[in-house]
Structures are given as C-alpha cells and as structure tokens.
C-alpha cells in the first residue's frame, strides 16, 4: 500500500516557477514508476510527465523544456519543477504511483492533489 500526499501548489504571474512534492508512505515507493497528471477546470486528466524506478523519464509535450521530474528515493518524494508557467498549465495537479510508467491514467495509486493557478 502506498499513499502519495502532494504539496507545493499555489498562485503565480505566468513565466514563474513552482516546485511539486509528492511525498510518498510505504517501503515499496522505491520500486514504483512515478507520475503527474493535472485536470483542468472542465477537462480530462492529463499526463504531465512520469519517472521509471530507474528515473527515466517521460513528459507530454505540452510541458517538455520547461518541466522536470525528479524521484528522491531516500525521501521517498517526487518532485515536479515547473518554470516558465502558463496560464494553460493552470490546473489540479496530481501524483501518482504504479508499477509500470505510462501516460494513460492506468495507475494504482494517487494523491489527493494540489492546486495550481497561473495568473496572466
């Protein structure tokens, strides 16, 4: 079992930087492929980008040069840093945790997840 809490969300001037954690309960969190979706007001859920258990990553092209993410496995927390925003990338950002890094929502487990909003 594993419970993903997320932080770091909050109101920003676009072209301003914000810096996601999920952190992560249980021992297995090593051993998880780790992702972001965000779903916007009146949207689906989208990928954002995911992290392999060997931290390969993968990001939707919407956010790539501007997004990284990164896995801490001795905190057990992913990060999600995101400079340059856009007023499109307002949205509920969420982590998530599965055995397989995937861009579909196909995943095991997920946080509550965290808002963020980009002002113009």
């Known amino acids: 079992q594993v419970q993903l809490v997320e932080s770091g969300g909050g109101l920003v001037q676009a072209g301003g930087s914000l810096r996601l954690s999920c952190a992560a309960s249980?021992?297995?969190?090593?051993?998880?492929?780790m992702a972001w979706f965000r779903q916007a007001p009146g949207k689906e859920r989208e990928f954002v980008a995911s992290?392999?258990?060997?931290?390969?990553?993968t990001y939707a092209d919407s956010v790539k040069g501007r997004f990284t993410i990164s896995r801490d496995v001795a905190k057990n927390t992913v990060y999600l840093q995101m400079n340059n925003l856009k007023p499109e990338d307002t949205a509920v950002y969420y982590c998530a945790a599965g055995w397989v890094a995937t861009m579909s929502s196909n995943y095991d487990y997920w946080g509550q997840g965290t808002q963020v909003t980009v002002s113009s």
């Open positions: 249980g021992r297995t969190f090593s051993r998880y492929a």
């Open positions: 992290i392999s258990a060997r931290a390969g990553s």
